[in-house]
């Protein structure tokens, strides 16, 4: 079935947008469209203007020609990375479970969605889950990684879903739901091991502070006594360690 799709899947999808977004954005520049010609409105979508269903993935990142070059390398840089590492249709399919989320949110709730925000965010996320350690130059000069602006990026979409408007809060949703989607799996296993990593890690430390050679006699052991000798009674069965006070001076046990 996967093979059958394959050749219905776009190749280099992300250029595709950003193409169309260069597009519009001459468009809207020369004024022969606004941007809410573009707007996700399902009471005009109703009325036969059904490019709205679409349209607004091209909706252009900013007005300044300078912010939107540099949104645009950073669209490409996320997109084409997730394209190379899932492959075209995993990569389409997931474009395409963003959109259809964000017109169904459009549909049952009456939003009119002028930006593709929270569509492109979904994209981020993704890129930043799979390539956590990706340095960016933060204001072209200051080197952080990736995770923290994810990080950053998480408490910002915890405060919107506390305080932001509804409509807010339901795009938010459904770009999250998409990552979700995707991620789960990923998610439950990476938390499993970390556990896991932690447990021995646990353990590791614990038993770097246990002794390794105790006295069966009277406990003295090689961490409380670095200096002190132990050695291994082979007459005792089974053998016991002994430090240097008892080594010659116990009585053998025998089970």
Same mark, same amino acid.
Request: glycine share 4%; with cysteine.
């Given at each position: ?11 280099? +999808? ?31 979508? *109703? ?6 269903? *679409?349209?607004? *993935? ?15 390398? =950073? ?6 990375? $997730? ?16 959109? *259809? ?14 930006? %593709?925000?929270?569509?492109? /965010?979904?994209i981020f996320?993704?890129?930043?889950? +799979? ?8 204001? @072209?000069?200051?080197? =952080? &990684?990736?995770?923290?602006?994810? +990080? =950053? ?7 919107? $879903?506390? @305080?932001? /408007?509804?409509?807010?809060? +339901?795009? $938010?949703?459904?770009s999250l ?7 789960? !799996?990923?998610?439950?296993? !990476? ?6 990593? $932690?447990?021995?890690? =646990?353990?590791?430390?614990?038993? &770097? %502070?246990?002794?390794? #050679? ?18 291994y009674c082979?007459?005792? %069965? ?13 009585? #053998?046990?025998?089970?």
């Open positions: 079935m996967k093979n059958k799709l394959h050749k219905y899947a776009i190749n280099n +999808l992300t250029l595709f947008i950003i193409i169309g977004q260069v597009i519009t954005y001459l468009a809207i520049n020369s004024g022969y469209i606004t941007y809410s010609d573009l707007s996700l409105s399902y009471s005009l979508i *109703v009325n036969g203007e059904f490019w709205r269903v *679409v349209s607004f *993935v091209f909706i252009p990142p900013a007005t300044s020609p300078i912010w939107s070059l540099l949104s645009w390398y =950073i669209l490409y840089l996320m997109g084409s990375n $997730l394209e190379h590492f899932w492959g075209a249709l995993h990569y389409n399919t997931y474009i395409l479970v963003a959109v *259809v989320l964000t017109n169904l949110t459009a549909y049952f709730f009456k939003l009119s969605i002028g930006t %593709n925000y929270y569509f492109q /965010s979904s996320l993704a890129f930043a889950f +799979l390539n956590p350690n990706f340095t960016v130059r933060l204001f @072209f000069i200051l080197p =952080i &990684k990736i995770k923290w602006i994810a +990080l =950053i990026t998480w408490i910002f979409y915890a405060w919107a $879903l506390i @305080f932001g /408007s509804l409509g807010a809060k +339901l795009l $938010l949703i459904a739901a998409n990552f979700i989607i995707f991620f789960s !799996k990923d998610i439950f296993y !990476k938390i499993k091991y970390r556990g896991s990593g $932690l447990k021995r890690k =646990i353990e590791y430390e614990m038993s &770097k %502070n246990s002794p390794k #050679h105790s006295c069966f006699i009277c406990n003295k052991n090689d961490i409380d006594n670095p200096h002190s000798e132990f050695r082979s007459k005792c %069965n089974p053998e016991q360690c002994y430090c240097e006070d008892h080594i010659k001076n116990h009585n #053998h046990i025998s089970e």
